[in-house]
């Protein structure tokens, strides 16, 4: 039996995807403010930053720091999920994460990945060791 691989969040991906998703919120909220006619436009950029700031700090802690366990037979991560790698009938990349679909539809995601492609590749490889190619 080998050892398991072990899938960190990247924390630096997590500050990165929190920045566009606070450069799209900005964004929205200028835009819906000035077709509202409100002469302070600017406000809504400042709403925007500030409401993905606080998501961003306030879910670091545990967002940042999730990790996914690869067996030779399972695929384990945060609250309690867990994955039979016999079960698995896709995988997908979507921006900074990691899609797994199950045969069953069930759908878990492995977030803030900074090389997706490399931990597809695990979880086939280990899927075919398994007996279960993609």
Known sequence: ?????????????YWREHAWIAAVAMALGMGVL?????????????????????????????EASAEWVLTETDLSGPDNRHVRLAEIDKLRSLGSAVQIITRSG????????ADRPAVVAKIEAAMARAGNAP
């Open 106 to 113: 069930d759908k878990h995601l492995m977030k803030y990945i």
């Open 34 to 62: 000035w077709a509202m006619g409100n002469p302070h436009v600017w406000t809504g950029a400042v709403g925007g930053l500030f409401a993905v700031a606080v998501r961003a700090f306030y879910l670091a802690s545990d």
């Open 1 to 13: 039996m080998s050892d398991p691989t072990i899938f960190h969040a990247d924390r630096a991906t």
